[in-house]
């Protein structure tokens, strides 16, 4: 079975442009799943697996962060990674993401190589 | 506190483009009157508030908001739809995201809203008048679209 990845984002063009990107990328997932806000991605992980999530900060209703806290004590879903994806270029909130799990970073804008690069440091 | 607002605005939107659109565009000079109106338009507005608070807003006319999605989506676009409205907010959130890394550079923290979208075949933007407005034009071939920054309660530093 081919890898698939959850991108979580309140903007419905955020999520469109990151997919497009992971194909520019040459990132080889089988399937894109989508969700537009923390809580939307948590109920989306009850019934679906995944092998990488990659989320934005910024949200309504459930912001990144805090889908970060409650999916680390989440068995079965805590050990796949996130990637935050963000235009949150400040120091303490990265630092705060990668102290609740997050694997990498990537700040919007940005490009397919870099993209290609976090991700590849992560699976 | 010393910050070139004009600069910022700048930066941030060629460093957007650059990244992520790859059309090509002009930078003109800071306007020194406000803008109101605005025809058959889209503007995404995009508060903050933390050391100094504010609103930055990207104001379209229809066709360069039409040239910015397809560029991002790699679509024709030819109607103004949820897309294009998407794209506009999450256009004024990259600039102004990238506006708050200079800030921090400068020690001033700000939190982000989410974005708000205006569109119509005319209306006014209003609001803020006892702010420090900055505005610059940008130029794509399909027209002149405006980054406008208004700062308020400027914390001394």
Same mark, same amino acid.
């Given at each position: 079975m081919?890898k698939?990845?959850?991108?979580?984002?309140d903007?419905?063009t955020?999520?469109?442009?990151?997919?497009?990107?992971?194909r520019?990328?040459?990132?080889d997932?089988?399937?894109?799943?989508?969700?537009?806000? +923390?809580?939307?991605?948590?109920?989306?992980?009850?019934?679906?697996?995944?092998?990488?999530?990659?989320?934005?900060?910024?949200?309504?209703?459930?912001?990144?962060?805090e889908?970060l806290?409650?999916?680390?004590?989440?068995?079965?879903?805590?050990? &796949?990674?996130?990637?935050? &994806?963000?235009?949150? +270029?400040?120091?303490d909130?990265?630092?705060?993401?990668?102290?609740?799990?997050?694997a990498?970073?990537?700040?919007?804008?940005?490009?397919p190589?870099?993209i290609?690069?976090v991700?590849?440091?992560?699976? | 506190?010393?910050l070139d607002?004009?600069k910022?605005?700048?930066?941030s /939107?060629q460093?957007v483009? =650059?990244?992520?659109?790859?059309?090509?565009? /002009? !930078?003109? !000079?800071?306007l020194?009157e406000?803008?109101y109106n605005?025809?058959?338009?889209?503007?995404?507005?995009?508060?903050f508030?933390? =050391?100094?608070?504010g $609103?930055? %807003?990207?104001h379209c006319?229809?066709e360069?908001?039409?040239?910015? %999605?397809?560029?991002?989506?790699? $679509?024709?676009v030819?109607e103004?739809d949820? @897309?294009?409205? @998407?794209?506009?907010?999450?256009?004024?959130?990259m600039?102004?995201g990238?506006?708050? *890394?200079g800030?921090l *550079?400068?020690g001033?923290?700000?939190?982000?809203?989410v974005?708000?979208i205006?569109?119509? #075949?005319?209306? #006014?933007v209003?609001?803020?008048?006892?702010?420090?407005?900055t %505005?610059?034009?940008?130029?794509? =071939?399909e027209?002149?679209?405006l980054?406008?920054?208004?700062?308020? @309660? #400027?914390?001394? #530093?």
């Amino acid at each position: 079975m081919g890898k698939r990845v959850l991108v979580v984002d309140d903007s419905s063009t955020m999520r469109k442009i990151v997919s497009r990107a992971l194909r520019q990328a040459g990132l080889d997932f089988d399937e894109i799943l989508e969700a537009g806000d +923390g809580q939307e991605a948590l109920n989306l992980l009850e019934g679906e697996n995944v092998d990488l999530i990659l989320s934005d900060i910024n949200m309504p209703n459930m912001d990144g962060i805090e889908f970060l806290r409650q999916k680390k004590d989440i068995d079965g879903i805590k050990n &796949i990674p996130v990637i935050m &994806i963000t235009t949150e +270029g400040g120091a303490d909130i990265i630092g705060e993401a990668k102290s609740l799990g997050a694997a990498g970073n990537i700040k919007k804008p940005f490009t397919p190589d870099k993209i290609r690069e976090v991700i590849g440091s992560v699976l | 506190m010393d910050l070139d607002l004009q600069k910022q605005i700048i930066d941030s /939107t060629q460093s957007v483009f =650059d990244t992520m659109l790859m059309l090509p565009m /002009t !930078t003109g !000079t800071a306007l020194s009157e406000k803008v109101y109106n605005f025809k058959d338009s889209i503007s995404g507005m995009l508060g903050f508030a933390g =050391d100094i608070q504010g $609103m930055l %807003t990207i104001h379209c006319p229809q066709e360069v908001a039409f040239a910015i %999605t397809g560029a991002l989506l790699g $679509m024709e676009v030819d109607e103004v739809d949820e @897309d294009v409205k @998407d794209t506009i907010g999450e256009m004024a959130n990259m600039v102004l995201g990238g506006i708050k *890394e200079g800030f921090l *550079e400068h020690g001033i923290q700000i939190n982000l809203a989410v974005p708000t979208i205006l569109a119509g #075949r005319s209306y #006014r933007v209003s609001g803020m008048d006892d702010a420090t407005w900055t %505005t610059v034009p940008f130029h794509l =071939d399909e027209g002149q679209f405006l980054v406008e920054l208004k700062l308020k @309660d #400027r914390k001394n #530093r």
